[in-house]
């Protein structure tokens, strides 16, 4: 198995940036399907972006232009760069990811990152006005 843990979150404003990172140990792979996701208390996750195994990304209309997610398949870590933070950008974060995809045909959309086998718990990302 997997274990992901994520770092990177914390408090900012509105306008501002952080970058997230995810790290991940356990069995190793040549290569992972990745995403981020966030939760706000009584939602449903929203999933965020992805990152395939050819390096295709994906992302939530929310985030588009203002996150990117990157991965490094032989470090195994990914991260997520935020800029242009919005204070509906508030919630906690998830790094999360697979080791074996087929829905889609293997293409992973912003939409999956919450479905993907393996999750970190999370950092908080507070973003004020």
């Known amino acids: 198995d997997l274990e992901l843990v994520e770092s990177g979150g914390g408090s900012v404003n509105s306008g501002g940036s952080l970058r997230l990172v995810c790290e991940f140990s356990?069995?190793?792979?040549?290569?992972?399907?990745m995403g981020w996701f966030r939760q706000v208390p009584g939602k449903e996750p929203e999933g965020v972006a992805a990152?395939?195994?050819?390096?295709?990304?994906s992302y939530a209309d929310s985030v588009k232009d203002r996150f990117t997610i990157s991965g490094d398949h032989s470090k195994r870590t990914f991260s997520l760069q935020m800029t242009r933070l919005k204070v509906e950008d508030t919630a906690r974060y998830y790094c999360?990811?697979?080791?074996?995809?087929?829905?889609?045909?293997?293409?992973?959309?912003?939409?999956?990152?919450?479905?993907?086998?393996?999750r970190g718990r999370g950092t908080p990302v507070t973003v004020s006005s």
């Open positions: 356990g069995i190793a792979y040549s290569y992972y399907w």
């Open positions: 990152i395939d195994t050819n390096g295709r990304t």
């Open positions: 999360s990811a697979d080791t074996y995809w087929t829905a889609r045909g293997g293409i992973v959309e912003a939409e999956d990152a919450p479905k993907l086998k393996y």
